[in-house]
C-alpha cells in the first residue's frame, strides 16, 4: 500500500496546485490578465502560435490541440527550430503565448526579439515577472510557485499541471465566448469515437424504402406484414398530409391481439385499423442532432427506436442498436 499512498499524496499536492491557481482569480492583477488574454485572442485575426522548451513545450502542443478544435486557429512553434527559419510561419495579426515557469529559457530570446521588432503581442505564462519572458511580455499570466510532487522539488508536475489548466480554461472561455457549437465541434472531429457521437443523426439513420410507414388506414393485418418485412419492431402512422400521426410496435399489436381473444379472425385482423391502437404521444427526433444526444434520449425514454422528423414528416428511423453498432455508446 506503500505506492498506493505516494500516488494519492501526489495527487493531493497537484490538486492544492490547482486550488492556488484558482484562488488567484480573486487577485485583481491576475483576473485583469487573464480577462485581457482571452479578450486579444477573442479578437485575434491571426493564429495563437504557442512555444515553450522542455516540459513547458509539451504543455504547449497539448494547448495548441485544444484550442485548434474549439475554434481558436493555432500553431506550435518549437523555439529551437524557430531560429533556423520557423519564425516564417509566424505573420501579421498571430499572438504569442510563450510558456516558461522560470521566463529564463536561453532559446526564447529570438522569439521574443522577433515579437518586438514586428510587433506581435506576447502573453507569457510564467511563475517570474521581473524574468526575462515576464518583462518582455504585453500580458503577464503569472502563475503561483507550487510545489512540485516529486520529493526533491524539481520534476515539473504541479507546475505544468497548472501550466495545462490554465491554457485548457482560456481556451474554453473562448469557446463559449464565440458561441462554438456541437456542429462546430464535429467539423474538427470527424474521426474516431467523439466524430461518431457528434455525427447528426441523418447519416446513420434508416430511410427511403428502408423506412415502416403505413397510412391511417392500414389494418392490423397490414401493419403486421410491415413489421415482419422491414424487422424494426416500430410502424409509423401517417395521415393523407404525410405527417406521422403515431405510431405502433410489435408490443402494441402483441397486447392489442392478447385483449381481443374472443373476437373473430377477420374483425380482428381486417377490420380494426391501425389508429385505434397507435400511440399518439410519441418520442421524435430531428435530423440535425446529434448522435450521442438521440442515444440519451433513447435510453432516457426506455425506447428502442425512434422516427426522425422533418416539418412532422417522417424522414428516417433510428435505432439504439444502429447507434451502439457504429460506436456511439
Known amino acids: 500500500m506503500e505506492n498506493t499512498a505516494s500516488v494519492k499524496e501526489c495527487l493531493e499536492i497537484g490538486t492544492e496546485a490547482l486550488n492556488v491557481l484558482t484562488a488567484r482569480l480573486d487577485i485583481d492583477d491576475f483576473a485583469q490578465a487573464v480577462d485581457a488574454a482571452v479578450s486579444l485572442l477573442s479578437d485575434i485575426s491571426g493564429r495563437l502560435v504557442v512555444t515553450g522548451m522542455g516540459k513547458s513545450g509539451i504543455i504547449g502542443r497539448k494547448m495548441v490541440a485544444t484550442f485548434a478544435s474549439t475554434g481558436t486557429p493555432s500553431l506550435f512553434l518549437h523555439p529551437a527550430e524557430a531560429s533556423h527559419g520557423d519564425l516564417g510561419m509566424v505573420q501579421k495579426g498571430d499572438v504569442f503565448m510563450a510558456l516558461s515557469f522560470s521566463g529564463e529559457s536561453r532559446e526564447l530570446g529570438d522569439i521574443l526579439r522577433y515579437a518586438k521588432r514586428f510587433a506581435i503581442p506576447i502573453i507569457a505564462m510564467t511563475a517570474n515577472p521581473q524574468s526575462t519572458l515576464g518583462k518582455a511580455a504585453d500580458i503577464q499570466l ?50 474516431g469515437k467523439l466524430g461518431t457521437a457528434l455525427t447528426p443523426v441523418s447519416e446513420l439513420m434508416n430511410k427511403g424504402a428502408d423506412l415502416p410507414l403505413a397510412p391511417q388506414s392500414a389494418t392490423i393485418a397490414d401493419i403486421l406484414a410491415q413489421l415482419s418485412e422491414k424487422g424494426y419492431g416500430i410502424i409509423g402512422l401517417t395521415d393523407d398530409q404525410g405527417t406521422l400521426s403515431g405510431v405502433i410496435t410489435d408490443g402494441d399489436i402483441r397486447r392489442y391481439l392478447a385483449e381481443n381473444t374472443d373476437g373473430s379472425m377477420k374483425q380482428v385482423m381486417f377490420e380494426t385499423k391501425g389508429t385505434a391502437i397507435m400511440t399518439k404521444k410519441f418520442i421524435s427526433v430531428t435530423p440535425n442532432q446529434s448522435c450521442a444526444k438521440i442515444l440519451g434520449i433513447l435510453e432516457q425514454q426506455k425506447i428502442s427506436a425512434a422516427f426522425v422528423l422533418d416539418d412532422a414528416r417522417p424522414i428516417g428511423l433510428i435505432r439504439m442498436l444502429t447507434l451502439i453498432q457504429a460506436g456511439v455508446a
Open 142 to 191: 503569472i502563475l503561483p510557485k507550487v510545489t512540485e510532487s516529486c520529493p526533491h522539488n524539481l520534476a515539473p508536475t504541479s507546475s505544468t499541471l497548472i501550466q495545462m489548466a490554465l491554457g485548457d480554461a482560456i481556451a474554453i472561455t473562448l469557446l463559449k465566448n464565440k458561441g462554438f457549437s456541437e456542429q462546430d465541434f464535429f467539423n474538427f472531429h470527424p474521426g
